[in-house]
């Protein structure tokens, strides 16, 4: 098929300068993303041994963030012990990040209907693979067990608590404990492991103190959680939960096992909002590189070349680099509409890069990124598992 | 690259029941699509011989809605002598249009800068391609023609004109005219053909009328326009404008040669919200096709495999088809979260279709589209165009 030849043409090439790569593109400033590595196992130190039992707190990352295989490895690798594996928002995600060889996978969501349990058996037999899911429902767990057994096949199991949500998971710390029977009863199988008690929304409430105290209602809830599975005699070896926004105190609470940034290697205008006293570790490292292709001095207005199936706008605007008296409008599809309040307006085909206002969908709308260190272009990744998954 | 492969998988097979089709999926019902090109051809009869000069309106349907080349050659094939050829927004898309085999092409925005400027002039050397593009800068203009005179090319240039959306185009129509004369400088290389009078923002005014009174304003600036060319005696071929919101009172003006209709192929809730008076002639063909993955009794919600990676939001939430009472609300990346408020709750594993609330970027997350006739998969299309081009 010819048109997909043309679809493969690699957006850059190695040794490029940036300012010659082709727009929109999504950039990714290596130099700030290990930065962000090293910072994150700097301040996961702070919780070492002060976890449940008194171990230490782990790093899951969540891939979702970015969907790419080979920044996977890269972060595997650049966080070294600090990390147990990656996280996976879908089958598809697990399935490619297993195939490029990652090791330690849970796919933090139910996996559902029957055809995706079966894909889900296959992969669980992937030699060398420790793989995990995400419960919360008994006719899930019947589904699992019977297709992990046709493929004689073990999984690791996980029950999703709802925490706040108000999302998956189930409602009370009893149902937690009679799912997790379900799960035990299937024991050979089904390897039951602990729970998840996640709460995305809470992580842009902007204040650090209101998102502290956020954090300590979940926190109630995973105490309560923790107290009936005692009761009832059940052991987790994990408790995991906690992203970009809440997992420093999420690990500081004690009760998490593991935890589960993802947007932090790459920051984003939302993220930027946060208040985070003295504990913001990351800086930003992901762009989308546009191009002035009109301008219109009038309306002190240029037109840039990324629009909404470039940059994500779910989340508000992306900002400009280095510019903070511009402001980019929705100019459409294609289109970014930058009013340039004051001094000269950037010339047709002059660059700019722009701080994206969420990364999650961002990242799934770019099939190339385009790392760069400095202003040369070090790697052109796929992202391999961007799209919506099935 | 093991990874590669494993994205690749197909979301579908041919002859395989819809009901088991992986999801999120994009699905195309083929029976409403044909049927909508269908009745396209019949609305653009009553345009026969009304253009200017009185010549028949002919039809350029836009590509950036579905990003897909196997859809514009079904697009050519259904529409036959009512249609001239296929718009573009990006360089990319009118790449992978062009090495499927589609004939005639206008990209209908800028090209900028000086690299896609050379991969411009590489496409306009295609043999038997006749390939357009917008321009509203005499410093773009000189570019692309320094660039097809290096490599022996031709290709038709329009002048884009703001007729209100204050996007690209010149502002006046004595611009116009000016910018006309720049490129028919370069006559033997530039091809000068008309220009764009295209509105974007105005094709969902709601009501028929005062959509139709917006038009008659874009109406009034083409009349500028027209004598302004007039009395510089340049000819102009082409006047090309109307998307599916407006393409109707366009072509009814006798101002426009061709109209660029895409979404009226797919239909979704926004247009669904406008008032069509007696001329709505799509229906919906595009679904995205979700799985419920929990449910919640107590809530009367249940939550879908389907989140805003999987169907756009920046139009609002998409509709449940057939389920008039039920609601989506945002659940994040992966989630939606359907509101039932009354009878079943459906149950884990049950599927439902989303009439999404926004055709373009909804296609641009796709990657694969699942081709229906009825209940039956007939065709899987790879949706070779989508992501932001560069």
């Given at each position: 098929?010819?048109?997909?030849a043309?679809?493969?043409?690699?957006?850059?090439?190695?040794?490029?300068?940036?300012?010659?790569?082709?727009?929109?593109?999504?950039?990714?400033d290596?130099?700030?993303?290990?930065q962000?590595?090293?910072s994150?196992v700097?301040?996961?130190q702070?919780?070492?041994?002060?976890g449940?039992?008194?171990k230490t707190v782990?790093?899951?990352?969540?891939?979702?963030?970015h969907k790419?295989?080979?920044?996977a490895?890269?972060?595997m690798d650049?966080l070294g012990s600090?990390?147990?594996g990656?996280?996976?928002?879908t089958?598809?995600?697990?399935?490619i990040?297993?195939?490029?060889?990652l090791?330690?996978l849970?796919?933090t969501n139910?996996v559902?209907?029957?055809?995706?349990?079966?894909?889900?058996?296959?992969?669980?037999?992937?030699?060398?693979l420790?793989?995990g899911?995400c419960?919360?429902?008994a006719?899930n767990?019947r589904?699992i067990?019977?297709?992990l057994?046709?493929?004689g096949?073990?999984?690791?199991?996980?029950v999703?608590c709802?925490?706040?949500q108000?999302?998956?998971?189930?409602?009370?710390?009893?149902?937690?404990?009679e799912?997790?029977?379900?799960?035990?009863?299937f024991?050979g199988?089904l390897d039951?492991?602990?729970?998840q008690?996640?709460h995305?929304?809470?992580?842009h409430?902007?204040?650090?103190?209101?998102?502290?105290?956020?954090?300590?209602?979940?926190?109630?809830?995973?105490v309560?959680?923790?107290?009936?599975f005692d009761?009832?005699?059940?052991?987790?070896n994990?408790?995991?939960g906690g992203g970009?926004g809440?997992?420093?105190?999420d690990?500081g609470s004690?009760?998490?096992t593991?935890?589960?940034p993802?947007s932090y290697?790459?920051?984003?205008?939302?993220y930027?909002?946060?208040d985070?006293?003295?504990?913001?570790?990351?800086?930003q490292s992901?762009l989308?590189?546009?191009?002035?292709?009109s301008?219109?001095?009038?309306?002190?207005t240029?037109?840039?070349d990324?629009g909404?199936?470039?940059?994500?706008l779910?989340?508000?605007?992306?900002?400009?680099?280095g510019?903070?008296?511009w402001s980019?409008?929705?100019?459409?599809d294609e289109?970014?509409v930058v009013t340039?309040?004051?001094g000269?307006l950037?010339e047709?085909?002059?660059r700019?890069?722009l701080?994206?206002?969420?990364v999650d969908?961002t990242?799934?709308?770019?099939?190339?990124?385009?790392?760069?260190?400095?202003?040369v272009?070090e790697d052109?990744l796929?992202?391999d598992?961007?799209?919506?998954?099935?």
């Amino acid at each position: 098929m010819a048109g997909r030849a043309a679809a493969k043409v690699p957006i850059a090439r190695v040794g490029q300068a940036l300012s010659r790569v082709g727009t929109p593109a999504l950039v990714l400033d290596l130099d700030a993303f290990d930065q962000n590595a090293r910072s994150l196992v700097h301040q996961m130190q702070v919780f070492e041994k002060r976890g449940p039992n008194g171990k230490t707190v782990a790093l899951r990352p969540h891939a979702k963030a970015h969907k790419c295989s080979a920044l996977a490895l890269r972060q595997m690798d650049l966080l070294g012990s600090a990390a147990v594996g990656l996280g996976c928002q879908t089958l598809a995600e697990a399935e490619i990040l297993a195939s490029a060889g990652l090791k330690d996978l849970t796919i933090t969501n139910e996996v559902v209907p029957i055809d995706k349990v079966q894909r889900l058996a296959k992969l669980a037999k992937t030699e060398g693979l420790a793989l995990g899911v995400c419960v919360d429902s008994a006719v899930n767990v019947r589904q699992i067990s019977k297709e992990l057994q046709a493929v004689g096949a073990t999984i690791k199991v996980l029950v999703e608590c709802n925490v706040g949500q108000n999302r998956c998971g189930v409602e009370t710390a009893e149902e937690a404990v009679e799912l997790a029977k379900v799960v035990k009863a299937f024991d050979g199988v089904l390897d039951f492991d602990g729970y998840q008690a996640y709460h995305g929304a809470i992580q842009h409430v902007r204040g650090e103190a209101e998102r502290s105290a956020e954090c300590r209602k979940v926190a109630e809830k995973v105490v309560a959680i923790n107290a009936a599975f005692d009761t009832a005699g059940i052991k987790c070896n994990t408790v995991t939960g906690g992203g970009t926004g809440t997992f420093l105190f999420d690990a500081g609470s004690g009760l998490y096992t593991e935890v589960q940034p993802g947007s932090y290697f790459f920051g984003d205008v939302d993220y930027g909002k946060n208040d985070w006293g003295r504990s913001k570790g990351w800086t930003q490292s992901l762009l989308v590189a546009a191009t002035v292709i009109s301008r219109n001095p009038s309306r002190r207005t240029v037109v840039v070349d990324a629009g909404l199936k470039a940059v994500d706008l779910g989340s508000g605007p992306p900002l400009v680099l280095g510019e903070e008296q511009w402001s980019f409008a929705n100019g459409g599809d294609e289109h970014g509409v930058v009013t340039v309040p004051e001094g000269d307006l950037p010339e047709v085909g002059e660059r700019m890069y722009l701080i994206p206002s969420h990364v999650d969908p961002t990242f799934n709308m770019h099939r190339q990124l385009v790392c760069v260190r400095g202003e040369v272009v070090e790697d052109v990744l796929e992202i391999d598992a961007s799209g919506p998954g099935f």
